[in-house]
């Protein structure tokens, strides 16, 4: 109600905004426990060594946790990928609509539905997802590795 009142139905504004509204928070929260993760003697040492704030951050912490953002990241994309119901709702012309609003155009309940069309539409619609996944396995299995007690995810050989 509040986008149609403003007249924000039907752009890439709302949605773009609905999208990170929702997934702001669990990205947040998600990074907040990877860098709450690393080792505080990690960053006592650095702090010995002579590292200011940012070095500490970007050459110590970060490193740590490339593996679980990287993850975290992949589940957002696929959420966000996967936003049926929100881009249904905030989107109505072929212009604004999002790739699984327009294979569900192919669905017609008064003729005959084509259900080649549609099983392609759905392969290429699943085709950014899967060439994602397949391609982060290695930062997927750190990830998973490094939430293991005294691992540290770099005997992992990449595959």
């Known amino acids: ?9 039907n752009t890439t504004f709302s949605f773009d905004y ?11 929260l998600a990074d907040y426990g990877l860098f ?10 650095g702090l010995i060594d002579g590292c ?7 050459k110590l912490g970060v490193p740590f946790a490339v593996p679980g953002m ?17 881009a249904l709702v905030l989107t109505y012309t072929e212009d604004v609509q999002t790739l699984p609003i327009a294979v569900s155009g192919f669905l017609d309940t ?15 619609a699943m085709l950014p997802t899967l060439i994602l996944f397949d391609n982060s396995k290695i930062y997927r299995q750190r990830a998973c590795f490094r ?4 691992m540290s995810g770099d005997s992992i050989e990449k595959s």
């Open 1 to 9: 109600m509040i986008f149609q009142n403003i007249g924000l139905i």
């Open 18 to 28: 609905q999208l990170y509204s929702d997934q702001s928070s669990l990205c947040h």
């Open 36 to 45: 709450d993760e690393v080792p505080g003697s990690i960053f006592e040492s």
């Open 52 to 58: 200011g704030e940012l070095r500490l951050f970007w």
């Open 70 to 86: 990287i993850a975290t990241g992949i589940l957002c994309f696929i959420y966000s990928w996967n936003e049926f119901p929100i």
């Open 110 to 124: 008064q003729v005959a539905t084509p259900m080649g069309a549609l099983a392609a539409a759905g392969v290429i």
């Open 147 to 150: 939430c293991g007690k005294g």
